[in-house]
Every structure is written in C-alpha cells, then in structure tokens.
C-alpha cells in the first residue's frame, strides 16, 4: 500500500511540474505573440471576423 501511495504522490508532482512548464512555455508563446501583435503595424484580419 505505502509504494502506492508514494507512486500516487510522485505522479502527482510530475504532473504538476509538467503543468508548470506547459503553463510557463504558454505564458512565453502568448507574450511574444502579444509583442508581434503590437508591433505590426497593418491592422490584422482575425479569421472569421
């Protein structure tokens, strides 16, 4: 039972670190876009719109 739990535990902190990193590699990806966003100076076209 304990070597389940510690697996359970282990996983769960693996997965949380991975979210984190996920999370941080959006977080990076939306900010660059916003940057690219600001700086082009045309006016886009958002599909769909």
Known sequence: PNVMIELAKA???NETAENIIKNKL???AVRKL?????AEPKPLKLVGK
């Open 26 to 28: 959006a977080d990076a």
């Open 11 to 13: 996983r769960t902190i």
């Open 34 to 38: 916003s940057r690219s966003i600001l």
